[in-house]
């Protein structure tokens, strides 16, 4: 039975019957659906917080499993990039070595792994910065690992012809020089006897008599065997693998441009041809284009105490023969 509403009137001063207007209760009757639209809904998330759906819960188990799987390949990633450093450090480093070979620059071996916008896929992932850190973990095993190879196949190609290229490195004095003293005049600044001035010198001086044989110091094939004003009578062998040797102020040649060569092979005579002042060799040993100290290049003919020997006797500033 629906209860009746009164309402005093001050005029009357009687309570009458009130009728609220319809407006009103819509009113009433839209707030209350509301307010049990929103206790609704709030109860549904606290229950779907608390308790989650069967299909949540896979999802979370699923998330949380790539999430461990997603570790344990960085992980993984970190041990092999682990084992190629050192692989690298005591494997190629050493082997380069034993063999005398160029180390590999470290900016070749790291390598480059792109600016941070190849990740901006993994924005607003859960998971992106583990993400960001695996993908960039694999990326750096990966480049160490392709130069790694890179580096064991070009060492295999360089032992597999060890033999031949160090037999055409240069290694021996180019003139039978059993008395060590009869190096003149060695690499670096020295007084030119003709052009009175102070010049560098790009050799080395054998003193030795017109006529004493010379001898090829490495394998390799005759590039120039000619009369220039400078060197007089030379001849220059090219040694393949970036070496060349000249040998200058020939009395005569022995040799003849395109001939192949053998190490301690005889190409030619003492003289003192060109712009010379005495009878002697000029040697020179250029390496990748640049003429550098042939006193480093006679390990298969010196000792260790013949070694120091002939290196304090290059160092004196003393006169050139040329």
Do not use: C
């Amino acid at each position: 039975m629906a209860r009746n509403k009164f309402r005093y009137n001050p005029e009357t001063l009687t309570f009458e019957k009130y009728k609220a207007p319809r407006w009103w209760r819509i009113f009433q009757i839209t707030g209350y659906v509301a307010m049990v639209i929103i206790m609704t809904a709030v109860v549904i998330q606290v229950y779907s917080y608390f308790f989650p759906s069967p299909r949540e819960r896979a999802q979370k188990r699923e998330i949380e499993l790539l999430s461990s799987e997603l570790k344990a390949y960085k992980k993984k990633f970190e041990e092999m990039n682990a084992v190629a450093n050192n692989l690298k450090y005591k494997g190629s480093d050493l082997y380069r070595l034993v063999l005398n070979m160029e180390p590999e620059p470290e900016s070749l071996w790291e390598g480059g792994i792109g600016g941070s916008d190849r990740y901006a896929r993994f924005e607003g992932h859960s998971q992106s910065k583990l993400l960001t850190e695996t993908q960039k973990s694999m990326e750096r095993t990966k480049t160490k690992l392709v130069n790694l190879s890179k580096s064991f196949i070009e060492i295999a190609e360089y032992a597999t012809n060890k033999e031949e290229r160090l037999a055409h490195v240069p290694a021996i004095q180019p003139i039978n020089n059993k008395d060590l003293r009869r190096l003149s005049s060695g690499f670096g600044y020295r007084y030119h006897p003709i052009l009175k001035i102070r010049k560098f010198h790009h050799g080395v001086d054998f003193s030795a008599s017109t006529g004493t044989e010379i001898y090829a110091t490495g394998d390799g094939v005759v590039e120039k065997a000619k009369y220039a004003t400078g060197y007089g009578y030379h001849v220059v062998i090219n040694h393949e693998y970036g070496y060349q040797t000249l040998y200058g102020h020939m009395s005569k040649l022995n040799v003849r441009r395109g001939q192949k060569i053998k190490r301690g092979e005889l190409i030619g005579f003492v003289g003192n041809t060109g712009l010379s002042s005495a009878p002697h060799l000029h040697y020179e040993v250029i390496k990748d284009g640049v003429k550098v100290n042939p006193i480093h290049y006679f390990h298969r003919d010196l000792g260790a105490e013949e070694y120091e020997t002939v290196l304090n006797l290059s160092k004196q500033s003393n006169q050139s023969f040329d």
